[in-house]
C-alpha cells in the first residue's frame, strides 16, 4: 500500500468519489454569515461551520474516507494513527462504525477533552512525549503490530476526504473569491486547493508564528522537519506532509502567520458576534482577516471553521474573557 507521496496526490475526480463515498455518514454542515462581523473585518465572510462536524472538526472527513476505501478494498484490521485529538477522534469513530478499533498515539499534553473523545468514540489512546519524532515512533511501534496506519494528512485518501469541506462550500456559495484555512500538518489546505482549483479561487493558508513550519519550509525549499511548535493551537502543530508540502507550494496563494494573543482574540471577536466557540486553531483565520485586511478588504471570502473542540471553561482561561461562563 505504500506509494510515492510525490505522485500519489489526489485530484479532483477523487474529491468528488469521496463526497459520494462519505456523504452518508458525515455533516454536510452549514455556512455561517455574519453582518456585523462582516462590516468589522471589511469582507463578505462565508464561514464553513466543520465545528459541527461529527467528532466536531472537519477530520471526520478524511477519516471517513480512508476507512471506507479500507472497506472497499477487502483490507480488514484495526487502524491506527498518531494525532493531538481530532484525527484521533475522528478515526475512532470512522474505524467504530466499520467495525474496528483505532489505536492513536496521542502527545502527553493533550487536552483531556481530546482525550476523552478519542476514547469515547471508541479508541484507544497510547500517550507519548509531545514531539514529532515520538508520535512518529508511537505510530510506528502499532504499524509493526500489524494495524493499518491511518496517517493524519499525508495520505491521499485523507486529502481527498478533507476536500470535500471546500467542494460544499464552493457549491453553497459559488461567486467566493477567496478562501482561508488553518494550516498544521496541510490534510485541510491540500484538499481544499485541489477542490476550488477549478474555481479559480485563492488559497490561503494561516499559521501560527510559534508553529510556523511551513512558511519556513517555503523559505527553504525543504520541509524543515526539526521544528519545535510553541503554540495554544493545538491542533496546528505537527510537521507538514510531503504531498502536503507539494501542493501547497505549487497552488497556495501565501502562508500567512498570527500570534497567540491575535488567536485568543479571535476567539472572542468569534463569540461575540456569531455567539459560536470555536478552538485556537480555527481562530487562526479570524485572526489572519484582522491581521491582514489588505489581502481581503471588499472580497467575498470563505473560511473553513477547522473545529470546536473545547470545553467553556479552557475558552474563558485561554481568552480571559467571561462571556461562555
Known amino acids: 500500500m505504500t506509494i510515492d507521496p510525490l505522485n500519489d496526490i489526489p485530484d479532483i475526480a477523487d474529491i468528488h468519489l469521496a463526497h459520494a463515498r462519505i456523504r452518508s455518514q458525515v455533516l454536510r454542515t452549514p455556512v455561517l454569515t455574519s453582518p456585523s462581523l462582516d462590516e468589522y473585518l471589511g469582507c463578505s465572510l462565508f464561514c464553513k461551520c466543520e465545528n459541527l462536524q461529527r467528532t466536531g472538526a472537519f477530520k471526520f472527513r478524511g477519516a471517513s474516507n480512508a476507512v471506507k476505501l479500507l472497506e472497499e478494498s477487502g483490507i480488514q484490521g484495526d487502524v491506527a494513527t498518531h494525532s493531538s485529538g481530532n484525527h484521533g477522534a475522528a478515526l475512532a469513530l470512522a474505524a467504530r462504525l466499520a467495525g474496528r478499533t483505532a489505536h492513536v498515539v496521542m502527545p502527553s499534553n493533550s487536552s483531556v477533552l481530546k482525550v476523552e473523545a478519542v476514547r469515547g468514540f471508541g479508541g ?21 503490530a500489524g494495524h493499518i496506519p491511518v496517517h493524519p494528512y499525508d495520505e491521499a485518501a485523507i486529502i481527498a476526504g478533507q476536500g470535500t469541506a471546500a467542494l460544499e462550500l464552493e457549491q453553497d456559495v459559488p461567486e467566493l473569491e477567496q478562501l482561508v484555512t488553518p494550516l498544521g500538518g496541510g490534510g485541510l489546505i491540500s484538499g481544499t486547493v485541489i477542490a476550488t482549483r477549478a474555481w479559480g479561487v485563492d488559497v490561503f493558508g494561516v499559521e501560527p508564528e510559534g508553529a510556523a513550519d511551513t512558511v519556513a519550509s517555503l523559505e527553504a525549499g525543504r520541509i524543515v522537519d526539526d521544528y519545535r511548535p510553541d503554540t495554544i493551537a493545538d491542533g496546528l502543530r505537527a510537521i507538514v506532509g510531503q504531498r502536503n508540502f507539494r501542493v501547497i507550494r505549487e497552488n497556495v496563494r501565501e502562508v500567512l502567520t498570527v500570534d497567540d494573543r491575535e488567536i485568543r482574540e479571535a476567539m472572542v471577536l468569534f463569540w461575540r458576534h456569531c455567539r459560536l466557540l470555536i478552538e485556537p486553531s480555527s481562530a487562526t483565520v479570524i485572526a489572519a482577516l484582522r491581521r491582514y485586511p489588505d489581502r481581503f478588504a471588499g472580497r467575498k471570502v470563505g473560511a473553513i471553521l477547522s473545529g470546536g473542540n473545547i470545553h467553556p471553561a479552557d475558552w474563558v482561561t485561554l481568552t480571559g474573557d467571561g462571556s461562555p461562563g
Open 124 to 144: 484507544e489512546v497510547h500517550f507519548c512525549e509531545p514531539t514529532h519524532e515520538s508520535r512518529r515512533a508511537g505510530l510506528e511501534k502499532l504499524v509493526a
